[in-house]
């Protein structure tokens, strides 16, 4: 896929911005809080409806407005036009149109115009909080199956119900099975879809990390990705664990935790504790890894996740990268550009400032600079 | 916003408690009232005031209905052996409109919802199983959200020990999407295709 036109109106300090693009590589530079990285969450907004730093959506609204939008034009790989447009009026909820129709849902849209983005807020990934592993994955499935985002949405609400059913239990201290079953059972159902889907996943996604780190780390060591999904031992996880399967542990496990979950007043079993473990020649990443290995971790958990996605959707996705070079040294920013050269994927980069990347450049390289400056994006020749 | 009017900020305040009504749209529809002559005005409280007075629940199948029992309880014509349980009257008319449903209705009025504080005694439950003697099939017609599957399962469980046969319609309705808002053809695909649970 690739973008050909982006239209931002009243997103953080952009009141409006129109930008052509007809390069492969956009550089975009510009001081911090010139509206750089805006325009990298504007693409954002456009992919999954909503931006990938972790902020409201009312925070995103340029100072005094009421409404938010952005307008993507795209054309896919075999040369298909694909538009996005997404309003944000304050307490609404959101409009979403696409060449598919109008007011869909996120849901609808998520994965129709693939995204990788590679900010220094995901450096958690590799050593954060299982959460941080969570989300990451569900970004990629989410984008991958529309399967997957309804089961996961689906999954939340009933666990949010059940929790609540659990609470009100403990508070008055009555608790009717009858009631909390039916919840029981489908958070069962719901959770075991989402864990068969996870455990697919990284088989057929941790091959792929695997080749991407022995190109980023030149074959050191040897990367590895495993699914550590909650309750489930690791001989019960089978390359083609089924969902039957999943169900009748999680049915152990609740029979287990029942009374617990009477005292504590909530869920005590299932996918919302999932983890993944990151390795390095099989130690866990997490507190072997040194800084350096950390950030060609990220750079390969990223390209895999590129090629996952080219994978499963049929379609180039577009690279975002935000403000990723001041942290990386000369081979790996050069790694990261064969990687883009590679795959010829249309990528969208922001930095302070553009000297350093134009020495990366090749003459045959198909890039624009544009610098930002108080919300006003401008194409320039360099 | 400040008005500078204590009746039209209360008439605004009305509006924006519906469902759907935005403040600004309620603004909208205040200017809009006021623009408009006497007697439109007279017709249009007439209505509410109607609306609550006249309408209420049909005794039998807790649909919305001015007679008591409702057109479609009291017609000779319809199968009484059938119920089709659905969680709002909006997916009566729903049904109605496909023109090939000839059997009864039983109207829950929502969902099992603990977060809204809706549970099993806040909506028609008891009255629907006090109505089974002499059913035969029970058609389970509610949302294919997570709380209308759980209200599914509680109401298959209450009703299954009376040897009933129990069916849920078939999921030809697109993913995510309510009764309301599906056609007339996919409701009636739906109903025909319905399977046993
Ligand atoms: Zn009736």
């Known amino acids: ?44 907004i456009a992919a999954f409806t909503k931006s990938f730093l972790p902020v409201s959506d009312a925070s995103v609204i340029n100072y005094e407005k009421e409404f938010y939008s952005v307008v993507v034009k795209a054309v896919s790989d075999l040369g298909i036009p694909y538009w996005v447009k997404v309003l944000y009026n304050k307490g609404l909820k959101k ?19 693939p995204v990788v983005i590679l900010s220094p807020d995901y450096k958690s990934i590799t050593f954060g909080k299982p959460e941080d592993r969570r989300q990451f994955v569900d970004r990629i499935l989410s984008q991958a199956s529309k399967l997957y985002i309804d089961d996961l949405i689906k999954y939340r609400k ?7 059913l659990l609470k009100e239990a403990k508070l008055s201290g009555r608790y009717d099975f ?18 068969e889907r996870r455990a697919s996943f990284i088989k057929e996604f941790a091959p792929k990390f695997r080749d991407e780190y022995e190109i980023v780390a030149g074959g050191k060591e040897v990367a590895d990705i495993n699914y550590v999904p909650d309750g489930i031992e690791e001989e019960n996880l089978t390359d083609n664990i089924s969902k039957d399967e999943i169900i009748e542990i999680f049915r152990k496990n609740y029979q287990e935790l029942k009374d617990k979950e009477i005292r504590r007043g909530s869920t005590l079993f299932g996918p919302q504790k999932d983890d993944y473990k990151i390795s390095l020649d099989k130690g866990a990443a997490k507190e072997n890894a040194s800084q350096g290995q950390h950030k060609s971790l990220l750079i390969s958990i990223k390209f895999a996740e590129f090629k996952f996605l080219k994978e499963k959707r049929n379609e180039t996705p577009i690279i975002l990268l935000d403000d990723v070079f001041a942290e990386l040294d000369r081979e790996r920013t050069a790694k990261v550009f064969e990687l883009i050269r590679n795959n010829a994927a249309q990528t969208f980069i922001t930095v302070t400032e553009p000297e350093g990347l134009k020495k990366v450049l090749d003459s045959t390289d198909d890039y624009s600079f544009f610098s930002a400056d108080a919300g006003t994006i401008e194409a320039v020749e360099l | 916003m400040l008005y500078t009017s204590e009746s039209m900020e209360k008439t605004v305040d009305m509006f924006a408690s519906l469902p759907t009504i935005g403040r600004k749209t309620a603004q909208r529809l205040t200017f809009f009232l006021l623009r408009q002559d006497e007697s439109y005005i007279d017709k249009f409280s007439e209505s509410l005031q109607e609306l609550k007075s006249n309408v209420k629940f049909c005794s039998n199948c807790y649909n919305y209905t001015e007679t008591d029992p409702c057109p479609i309880c009291a017609s000779k014509k319809r199968n009484t052996s059938i119920i089709c349980v659905v969680e709002e009257p909006n997916d009566v008319n729903a049904i109605e409109k496909t023109g090939e449903y000839f059997s009864q209705y039983h109207v829950l009025h929502g969902s099992l919802n603990p977060l809204d504080g809706i549970g099993p005694g806040d909506l028609k439950i008891a009255e629907l199983i006090q109505r089974l003697d002499g059913v035969e099939e029970i058609i389970l017609a509610l949302n294919p959200s997570v709380e209308g599957e759980v209200t599914m399962q509680y109401l298959v469980k209450m009703i299954r020990p009376l040897d009933i046969k129990i069916t849920r319609i078939a999921r030809g309705l697109p993913i995510g999407s309510d ?6 053809a996919t409701i009636s695909r739906a109903i025909e295709g319905r399977i046993e649970i």
Not at chain 1, 158 to 164: A, E
Not at chain 2, 179 to 184: R, T
């Open chain 1, 178 to 195: 009858k009631d909390i079953d039916p919840w029981t059972n489908l958070l069962i159902d719901k959770g075991a879809s989402v864990v």
């Open chain 1, 1 to 44: 896929m690739k973008i050909s036109e982006l239209i931002i109106n009243n997103i953080r300090n952009h009141s409006h911005t129109e930008l052509s693009v007809d390069s492969g590589l956009n550089i975009i530079y510009g001081l911090n809080g010139t509206g750089k990285t805006s325009v990298l969450e504007s693409i954002a």
């Open chain 1, 95 to 113: 409009e979403i149109s696409t060449t598919a129709g109008d007011k869909l849902l996120p849901k609808a849209i998520i994965g129709d115009m």
């Open chain 1, 158 to 164: 009933v666990l949010k119900q059940r929790n609540k």
């Open chain 2, 179 to 184: 009764l309301e808002f599906a056609d007339e």
